[in-house]
């Protein structure tokens, strides 16, 4: 597994792309990670890109991830998620277990999608 993370001042957005095997350890990491950039420089604005990524998470882990986001993301962080469209049922399934933990998160299968709202939803 691979991950990268940029910061953005220019739209004040923290991003983080994962590149080939994923799994629940390398999540946990990059979400640590961004967290503390975030924190660092004052951004409310993460933007997750998950295109490139070769396996998927189970569904267990998954679950597990989110039911943990509560107490690694703070409340005001808004969180878009890229994720290619062959994984539309994933993007719904990671998206509805998030937002039932209270984390302010968004699926999408487009970049400028992912931007507007990002610029939408957060100062």
């Known amino acids: 597994m691979t991950h990268r993370i940029d910061v953005q001042p220019d739209s004040r957005t923290v991003c983080v792309t994962h590149e080939g ?3 629940l350890t390398d999540l946990e990491s990059a979400r ?3 967290v503390a950039m975030l ?3 004052g951004y409310s604005r993460l933007l997750l890109d998950m295109r490139a990524m070769v396996g998927q998470p189970t569904v267990t882990e998954h679950h597990r991830f989110a039911s943990t986001q509560p107490l690694y993301m703070p409340p005001h962080i ?7 469209v ?4 994933t993007k719904r399934f990671s998206e509805d277990l998030s937002v039932r933990q209270g984390v302010l998160l968004k699926a999408f299968d487009d970049m400028e999608d992912a931007r507007a709202w990002l610029a939408r939803i957060t100062n």
């Open 32 to 34: 640590a990670r961004a």
């Open 21 to 23: 095997d994923v799994d």
């Open 86 to 89: 062959h994984e539309f049922n």
């Open 78 to 84: 808004a969180v878009a998620v890229l994720m290619s």
């Open 39 to 41: 924190t660092q420089h």
